[in-house]
């Protein structure tokens, strides 16, 4: 899903629909969920990295298994 969010033609306009696959058709969804959250989400600050990564190490540990099968 994050490979392709920015993938614009694909998820918006339908482009390349041919040349996608069940599989493909499966991630499209998970793209066009996911891209409500990702637009406009930036800011002008730069982060720090040391405070955010409590938070997105709970998130790993809540939604993620412990060993992830690649």
């Known amino acids: 899903m994050i490979r392709f969010h920015s993938f614009y033609p694909w998820h918006r306009e339908d482009a390349y629909s041919h040349l996608t696959n069940e599989k493909d058709k499966q991630i499209l969804e ?5 891209n409500p959250y990702d637009l406009y989400s930036k800011g002008d600050e730069n982060c720090e990295p040391a405070k955010l990564r409590p938070y997105y ?14």
């Open 30 to 34: 998970a793209v066009r969920a996911f």
């Open 57 to 70: 190490e709970g998130l790993i540990a809540k939604f993620f298994p412990p060993v992830l099968d690649w």
